[in-house]
Structure formats: structure tokens, C-alpha cells
């Protein structure tokens, strides 16, 4: 039977995806005591970046915006893996990190952020309100134009 999380996604019509495999020499997430820390994640669909470039200069706000989500999707499914397969053990989102590929005149650093923001408090109702870091980056590993990471509180 699915549980409170994965019926919210079912809702909001999202599968999670098998979680991609680190790009480099690091683990996708670590979990202590009672934190998971996921990763950076960027927006990739079946094991592919699927949103590349430089927001503002040929990845547009929307995009940008749907990039975000996208990589929230995919910190979601290293979480769920960190959970045993029970997002239900998560008790809260405590913190966002965004990184936005965009050129050093680009300001809206914070609305592409909000695609992955919106989407955790979509899921987590009021659990998923949380701190959050956004900032602009010159490049992101390959060629992303966004990439987020968590940490979330488990019981």
C-alpha cells in the first residue's frame, strides 16, 4: 500500500525515477543520526541532463524553473532510497541548496529555485517549508543548468 508521500506524488502525477548514479568520486547521500544529505542532483531523466545551458542565454526562466523540479524529483528518489523506500519517514525538508548556471548579470536566482521549493511543500505539506541557499554558478557538471541538493530529517 502506498504510503501519505508517494500517494501526494501520485497526485502531482510524478513517478520518481531510479536514482542516477554519482558522476564522480562521491556517494549520493549520506545519513546521520537522524539527517539525510542528499547530494547535488542536477536534471536529468533517464540518466541524461535533460535541461542544459545558461539560464537567461538559452535556458529560460520556465525552463529554468522546471529544471529545478526536475532535479527535486531526482534528490526525492535518492531520499526514498536513504529511506528504506518509506518517504513517509520523513519528518521534515530542513534545507534546499540551489546552484544556477546563469551569466553574472542574471538576478533571478531565486525564482528558478522555487520550481524545486514549490514541489517540496506540494509533497510535504508544511513539513516541506525549509531554509534555502541559491546561488548563480558560470557552469555546473555537465553542461546543467541547474542543480539542487537536500537535507531532510527522518525519524
Known amino acids: 500500500m502506498a504510503g501519505r508521500i508517494e500517494a501526494a506524488l501520485a497526485e502531482l ?18 545519513v546521520t543520526g537522524r539527517l539525510v544529505i542528499v547530494s547535488g542532483q542536477v536534471p536529468a531523466i533517464d540518466g541524461e541532463v535533460a535541461i542544459t545551458g545558461k539560464v537567461s542565454r538559452g535556458v529560460s526562466l520556465d525552463q529554468a ?17 536513504a529511506c528504506g523506500g518509506d518517504l513517509d519517514r520523513v519528518q521534515r525538508v530542513v534545507r534546499l541548496g540551489g546552484f544556477i548556471a546563469a551569466p ?10 522555487n520550481g524545486a521549493s514549490d514541489l517540496a511543500v506540494a509533497v510535504f505539506g508544511e513539513a516541506g517549508r525549509h531554509a534555502r541557499t541559491t546561488i548563480g554558478v558560470p557552469s555546473l557538471p555537465a553542461d546543467a543548468a541547474v542543480e539542487v541538493e537536500g537535507m531532510f530529517e527522518i525519524f
Open 13 to 30: 502525477g510524478i513517478t520518481l525515477p531510479r536514482p542516477m548514479p554519482p558522476l564522480a568520486n562521491y556517494v549520493p547521500y549520506v
Open 65 to 81: 524553473k522546471q529544471a529545478a523540479r526536475l532535479c527535486f524529483i531526482n534528490v526525492l528518489a535518492h531520499l526514498k532510497a
Open 104 to 113: 553574472s548579470e542574471f538576478t533571478q536566482h531565486a525564482l528558478v529555485m
